[in-house]
């Protein structure tokens, strides 16, 4: 064992928690690594899983790999797990997106290289009953596989986002993650739990300002340095394997950190929030939000790990049951968070919200770019958005309100929900309506409920 230095809060004493860590991963024998932020987020778990064995004799006889699955994404043959939300990926699964087969899916790819990467399974876990679900679903996987150990592991750093933090770009997943990992930690005495952040800032989402608040909230931590010499077959496996697959910036610049300390890609460097628009059914479009992100070059190449939540405080952790709930919940921290969702759809509403089924399926669009948007490709977008409703491509769409001022929208039935929110639609579900306005009412839903 090899311990890098740690870390910690003002008066913290770091040889404990460096003591605890090293005890729960040097005896770990069955161990289950998450992948919590989405993205390439499960196959770059192999950079701390080969670290952390020259580091602390990380050696255990079966490594399962488990990523976040989107519920906005449909997912095909996959194989059933041990819960109804887990699924084993394997080899030929696939995702798409409304029809439309998606390229890009690493989790298939890191499932064909299992024998290589010391990976007994790759499990995919359902986010479709919001973060009660995935509490649920790693308990369930949890008990099935008897795991001794279970590592959690984010890319970015917008796991322990800090409370200030309204910049981000995917907060979902990581939040649904840290909200089941609370309950999980509390809940259950064994196993032990451990945390990893690494590649801090690369995501974009994060300023350095934002990092040190959140790692002065985490409190104590170790923080260990990567040996890019001991990661060159997972890096070779990821850049001529996994990057043709699907290009993750955030993926890109952590290796290239680790390869090169000194000046490893432009600082500050440009990022672009995405949201997609169909007007019609058979157009469709995309929009960006440019923005310049800096870098804090004090975390290249570094990785931070602990085992408590305690001080972590993410304001997207938010108890909900599914996507919805979670959305309007989070217009109680801030509005227009830049989020997964947006420029998605459910298939589904009324399923989504646990309404009666009426016999048909009807669609829910997030129609609701964010803060990353300036105030022209805004206006483009809504002009789609209320396109897309008289072509009857979605049957309704969360718009914010001040979005459709100056746009005629007078042909469409529209609702408030909430304050802020507006309901378009050529024919209004009232069960629909009614649940989302109660689920939009802060009095009723506090977002740490």
Partial sequence: MNPQRSCGSVGADSSTVQQRLAASLSSAKRTLIIGVGGGNDSVTTLLMKRQLEKDFGFRPDEVDIAAMLPDVLDYHDMEAGPHPLVWRVLSGSSRSVQGTVIRGFPEPVLARAKDRHGVSEVWGIGMRLGSHGVCEAIRGLIRARDYDLVLACDVGGDFIAAPENLEVLSPMMDAYALQAFRRLSKELQLPPFVFGVFGLGTDGESTPAMLARALDNVGEYHVGDFDGTALQDVEEFYRTVVE?????????????????????????????????????????????????????????GRYYLFDRLDGVRNPFAISCSHGLEWFLKI??????????????????????????????????????????????????IIKDVIQSMRNRVYDMALVYRGDLQGQDYSDLRHAAVGHELILLAQSLDADVLTELSRLADPKANQPWA
Wanted: net charge positive; charged share 25%.
């Fill in 244 to 300: 043709p697959n699907r290009y993750s910036r955030t993926a890109d610049f952590t290796l290239r950190q680790i390869r090169q300390r000194d000046n490893p890609h432009e600082n500050p460097a440009r990022f672009r929030a995405h949201f997609h628009t169909r007007p019609t059914a058979k157009q469709s479009r995309s929009y960006v939000g440019v923005f310049l992100h800096l870098f804090d070059p004090a975390h290249y």
């Fill in 331 to 380: 217009q109680n921290v801030a509005l227009r968070i830049n989020h997964e969702i947006q420029g998605q759809a459910y298939g589904d509403v009324r399923s989504v919200l646990g309404l009666p089924l009426d016999g048909r399926r009807q669609t829910l669009y997030f129609g609701t770019p964010s803060r990353k948007f300036p105030r022209d490709v805004t206006k483009e």
